[in-house]
């Protein structure tokens, strides 16, 4: 790629974009658009070979789509045997003008995963699973259904883990949170780098007495590593420790892959925090898979941690407000629930505090009917993920994408040489079991100095580039990777909201260093197209 600067392109491309007008009148403004920036990116001297980007159909051949297939495509594995753009085609035209690269914000759902859902709706009737009539036992039918594809999907045993359907992963966190039995001395750790939502059970936690501290992944290792591994006498299992007396249970939370930088974190620490359980104090993981289930394959036949929170929408898009708690049978007996409602109990009585349970765990752990046409449609979800050639022909195809991006931004530079991008993460390791699909970043100018992220985003609106803007929920891996200090944070926060509270949404940097970054997250529909609009996008902040 070659770049020279410009001084009219912006405003060019700024004064275009803001028209607006009825269909037709967009239709003109969105050719003349293109030609407007194709012309410009040519009169800047941005070159990248024969690349004419288009969004469905068969696989222009250009000389860069040829380079990426042959230097990223083959030795990863790209576009699903040859059967992407058709998949495109026929089942995302949702996505015709628009580049969509947020995927770890929400996956997108295929029309034809719609159609055979509705279907299903048309052609059955089905009614609260509370009964025992015809129209309520197919529903109780179909939910166990998904419960059991769900499991397939994380190759789980069955007699090992159940799916609890919870209102989505923030839900089932909180419910870990819950009903997990901290107390005076027990310890709650996590990630440093964990969605806020992981970061919200240490309320628990701390009002049951019980410490709480967040660890780099050196500490991690260290911790988990620094003493004996626990003995056989040590290690006993949770229904046993249910019943044993003077027992501390402790959890440990990591991210299998953190919605910030997308690194990846090893799945062995799940053995090994386990392995530091003694008989007296028992050690149990919550895995948050919610960024990592999109885009790779969980094995629980393989690790097997106590618990694992997810999201259906982000794996395939819809429904929206689903998602499940895939725990261990073993561990329900120790967890803690205040409330009971419908659906748990197998009676009660109303004047007194007597009642008994259901026996088995997802009827313990769902409180009243479950969202169960929400919970149907998951299969169709699944039946799409599988039609592609299941995680691992996700996990190259997107990840040939990603290395094909990380290496595009490295190689953008201003005219007097200073890089554009300051990227995050660990793409240099070029390993998929240590980073996914996200490539996360800053811009600077040519002085050296970071670009408002608040600008990117919004250049990137008018071009209909979808991103996601800011620490994405995820303070630790945020502040870590842009230098920020945590005094600083509070400091610049305390000093907003004495102001205006609405501000603390609307700031993107303290004394010149950024509040957050720029997230472009590839899922299984993204293509090289996608990819390449977006580097052209970036080019013009050349100078």
Known sequence: MKQRGSTTHGAAVHAASAYTGDVNSQRVFRLFSAALVLSSLLAMGFVIAGARVHTGGAAEETPERARFVREYGRRHGYGYNGTLYELRANN???LEGSTYLDFTGSGLYQCAQLKAFTDNLNQNLYGNSHSVSPCSQKTQSGVDGVRQLVLQFFNADPAEYSVVFTSGCTAALKMVGEYFPFATKSKYYYL???????????QYAVHKGAEFRALADYQVNEYFTAEEDAG????????ARAQEHDVKFNLFAFPAEDNFEGVRYPLSWI????????????????????????????DL???KPDFVSISFYKIFGFPTGLGALVLRNDVVDILKPTYWGGGQVIASLSGTDWHVLLNTVHERLEAGTTSFLDIMSVRYGLEAMSAVGGMDAVDQHTFAL?????????????????????????????NRTMQGPIVTFNLKNDKGEFLPFEEIQQRA????????????????????SVGLAAEAVVQQ?????HHDASVCRNFDMIDGTPFGAVRASLGYPSSFEDVLRFVVFLQTFLQ
């Open 493 to 497: 926060v305390n000093a907003l909201q």
């Open 92 to 94: 995302f035209p949702y």
């Open 232 to 239: 056989a006498d040590d290690i006993i299992g949770p229904a």
């Open 192 to 202: 440093l780098q964990n969605h806020n939502s992981v970061l919200g059970i240490r």
């Open 301 to 303: 036949s393989q690790y």
């Open 461 to 480: 609106a008018n071009r209909n580039v979808n991103i996601r803007t800011g620490c994405m929920c995820n303070p630790g891996a945020c502040h870590r």
């Open 402 to 430: 990603s290395q094909y991006l990380y290496d595009q931004m490295s190689a953008l530079k201003h005219s007097n040489g200073r890089q554009l991008c300051v990227t995050y993460g660990r793409h240099t390791a070029r």
């Open 271 to 298: 053995d090994a925090v386990h392995r530091h359980s003694r008989r007296s104090s028992q050690w149990l993981v919550l895995l948050d898979a919610a960024a990592y289930a999109p885009t790779a394959r969980l």
